[in-house]
T-cell receptor
């Protein structure tokens, strides 16, 4: 079945440093979504990418969808303590359901 | 507008006991989902319901049953709980299809001893 791998599993940074998490699928995706989960909370939708090579920005967050639609990345510029949490990618493949990656847990030293 | 609600928030069961996790959404969404979240494993889909009256297995359905009671409610039942089912369970809803964002409930933390 479809697999979505996410790396790294953990990342610890100093406040102000940049952070990137990568997502790779074993199959071509029709879309990819990103979610953020704060410690003790539930996943919250951040963004969806649909087109090959698409890049979207939300303030300090930059999301990319690969040309082959099999990989994606989330980059955070100049992290802040409010960025702490686990970031998940989730790939869709023309079905009702999404397949989630394992997540990258971001911790920040203030 | 409460979004997605789940009950209970916490539950401790003994091996072999049964229980039902309840989920309700007030966003008039057609699709609903049950996930489990284990450390290092991300979110794994247990069952989903694309619309009222339909249910389908996800990645890890064994040991679980679901009921789509109506458009608002989607319940998850553990008939005979096992320690391997210790997890955090999330319910989610969305419009039909994987092109729409999913809205998650607050989760149920289940421990099976």
């Amino acid at each position: 079945g479809q697999q979505v791998m996410q790396i790294p599993q953990y990342q610890h940074v100093q406040e102000g440093e940049d952070f990137t998490t990568y997502c790779n699928s074993s199959t071509t995706l029709s879309n990819i979504q990103w979610y953020k989960q704060r410690p003790g909370g539930h996943p919250v939708f951040l963004i969806q990418l649909v087109k090959s090579g698409e890049v979207k920005k939300q303030k300090r967050l930059t999301f990319q969808f690969g040309e082959a639609k099999k990989n994606s990345s989330l980059h955070i510029t100049a992290t802040q303590t409010t960025d702490v949490g686990t970031y998940f990618c989730a790939g869709g493949q023309g079905a009702q359901k999404l397949v989630f990656g394992q997540g990258t847990r971001l911790t920040i030293n203030p | 507008n409460a979004g997605v609600t789940q009950t209970p928030k916490f539950q401790v069961l003994k091996t072999g006991q049964s229980m039902t996790l309840q989920c309700a959404q007030d966003m008039n969404h057609n699709s609903m989902y049950w996930y489990r979240q284990d450390p290092g494993m991300g979110l794994r889909l247990i069952y989903y319901s694309a619309s009222e009256g339909t249910t389908d297995k996800g990645e890890v359905p064994n040991g679980y049953n679901v009921s789509r009671l109506n458009k608002r409610e989607f319940s998850l039942r553990l008939e005979s709980a096992a320690p391997s089912q210790t997890s955090v369970y999330f319910c989610a809803s969305s419009e039909v299809g994987q092109d729409y964002e999913q809205y998650f409930g607050p989760g149920t933390r289940l421990t099976v001893t």
